[in-house]
């Protein structure tokens, strides 16, 4: 009875890579698949717990061996999940945006509210809110890249099964069903079929150019969420590329909706610092 036992559950164990790859390529094949598919990834990149706080280092390196760093603290919350967001960055680095801040209230599925305040002349400035694709704080990032782009604003169609470093993926293009709503024409995504990470994106020009590429150089578990805490963007058009490192990453720390306030812009909160 006992040898039974051992032999099923070995089976079983057996079994279950099969049965995860099975999943992956039901949910991706089937209508709609795909795009659920790109969702659970945009929920694992951008809304793991229910709010965050990071120290980001940024690297703009250019061809010529020029570089720049941008050093800034990054909380987020979700208002909720898969849905509005709100984000709340205050600058370190270099010491011409020391101590400037930026809020953002993020509507996946309309123009965000945003709200800059300069020290030096002591201003709140409201922000465009179609600046969603406007390069964050002149990296090779945009807005849009680092609080991202609603998975409904694009078609997603599976491409093929393949594999990234070793790793089971399936890569998605996605074409935005407004053109005006993206400065790509189409983009491709890597996308782990285990827990679901972005481990590399391509966007192409409307004209069919390969123009921007993304790829997730770090990955580790932080509190049970698979956590990308090196990122790289390069434009191979320009030369230029930008390297994120994202430490000191905390979740579920109950920042609180004051945290998120035009308030804040002028006197940020002590939950930045902790």
């Not at 192409?204 to 921007?212: I, M, W």
Request: net charge positive; hydrophobic share 40%.
């Amino acid at each position: 009875m006992a040898k039974r036992c051992f032999v099923w559950l070995s089976a079983v164990v057996l079994l279950f890579p099969l049965i995860g790859g099975l999943f992956s390529r039901a949910l991706a094949g089937t209508p709609g698949g795909a795009e659920e598919f790109m969702r659970r990834s945009a929920m694992v990149q951008f809304y793991s717990g229910n709010d965050m706080r990071a120290k980001v280092t940024m690297r703009l390196l250019s061809k010529e061996g020029g570089e720049r760093v941008r050093e800034l603290i990054m909380t987020r919350r979700n208002v909720k999940a898969g849905g509005d967001q709100k984000y709340f960055i205050l600058f370190l680095q270099p010491a011409d945006v020391r101590d400037m801040t930026f809020l953002v209230w993020k509507y996946p599925l309309k123009d965000s509210d945003r709200w800059l305040y300069i020290p030096a002349i002591k201003l709140v400035k409201r922000i465009a809110a179609n600046d969603k694709r406007s390069s964050f704080v002149g990296s090779d990032f945009s807005y849009e890249d680092v609080s991202g782009r609603a998975v409904e604003e694009d078609n997603h169609t599976l491409l093929r099964e393949d594999k990234y470093g070793g790793i089971e993926i399936l890569v998605i293009k996605s074409v935005p069903k407004d053109e005006k709503s993206a400065d790509f024409g189409y983009k491709v995504s890597w996308i782990d079929k285990g827990n679901f990470v972005l481990w590399k994106e391509e966007y192409y020009d409307k004209r069919g150019a390969l123009f921007k590429v993304f790829t997730a150089d770090e990955v580790k578990p932080i509190q049970g969420f698979p956590t990308t805490v090196k990122r790289t963007m390069k434009n191979v058009q320009t030369g230029h590329w930008t390297e994120a490192a994202y430490g000191e990453v905390k979740y579920n720390l109950g920042l609180t909706d004051g945290v998120f306030t035009e308030r804040s812009l002028r006197n940020p909160p002590k939950e930045l610092a902790r």
